[in-house]
């Protein structure tokens, strides 16, 4: 994963960018290698050891460069630099990915919840198994609504029965504040409520 960083000055990566728009696809490479180290760099710097697994990096750094390379046609060189354009386009682009991680993380919790408090149970009869599927999706689309500290509390409290003052220290939360959160999640969750 180590390579030599490659230096471009702002006038070679503009160079490189026509180039390239103009059916010369060999002129990617040099801004390929740069920005994949500066990927790499990035993640490491903004997200620090939340991203553990190389190969994972690798993937989205691969992934984010091909986009760009097909979005190059948006860059305006008359409103800034291009390593600019490319450091925000990466920052976007790790967000959206890191959201998404956090969004199949709660539905992974919820489907395990599932199996720990027998939901899925083979031997109940057809309108049992639809009304807990029903169940299930329901709460899903909840926990997607919910920020991960609200998923804790909402899975400590309402799923396996904890005690709030209880779910409150373990989070390290003083429980006057845990309190108002609490009742907070609880309104947002009233949309769920069927009519």
């Given at each position: 994963m180590k390579k030599k960083y490659t230096y471009l000055t702002q006038q070679e990566e503009e160079d490189l960018v026509e180039k390239y728009l103009n059916g010369n696809t060999k002129?990617?490479?040099?801004?390929?290698?740069?920005?994949?180290?500066?990927?790499?760099?990035?993640?490491?710097?903004?997200?620090?050891s939340a991203y553990k697994d190389p190969e994972e990096v690798n993937d989205m750094a691969i992934d984010f460069l091909g986009k760009m390379s097909k979005n190059l046609d948006k860059y305006d060189s008359e409103k800034g630099r291009f390593g600019t354009w490319m450091t925000n386009s990466m920052r976007y682009f790790i967000i959206e990915n890191w959201n998404k991680k956090q969004r199949q993380k709660r539905i992974k919790q919820t489907e395990s919840l599932d199996r720990h408090h027998g939901m899925?149970?083979?031997?109940?009869?057809?309108?049992?198994?639809?009304?807990?599927?029903?169940?299930?999706?329901?709460?899903?689309e909840m926990l997607e609504s919910l920020g991960p500290e609200d998923t804790r509390m909402f899975n400590e409290v309402l799923v396996k029965g904890e005690s709030m003052a209880e779910t409150a220290?373990?989070?390290?939360?003083?429980?006057?504040?845990?309190e108002y959160r609490f009742k907070r999640l609880k309104r947002r969750l009233e949309k769920f409520r069927p009519e």
């Open positions: 002129s990617f490479a040099p801004l390929f290698q740069k920005y994949r180290m500066i990927f790499y760099k990035n993640i490491k710097k903004w997200y620090g899925a149970d083979p031997s109940a009869d057809i309108d049992k198994q639809i009304e807990l599927k029903g169940h299930r999706k329901l709460i899903r220290r373990k989070m390290g939360i003083k429980y006057s504040t845990f």
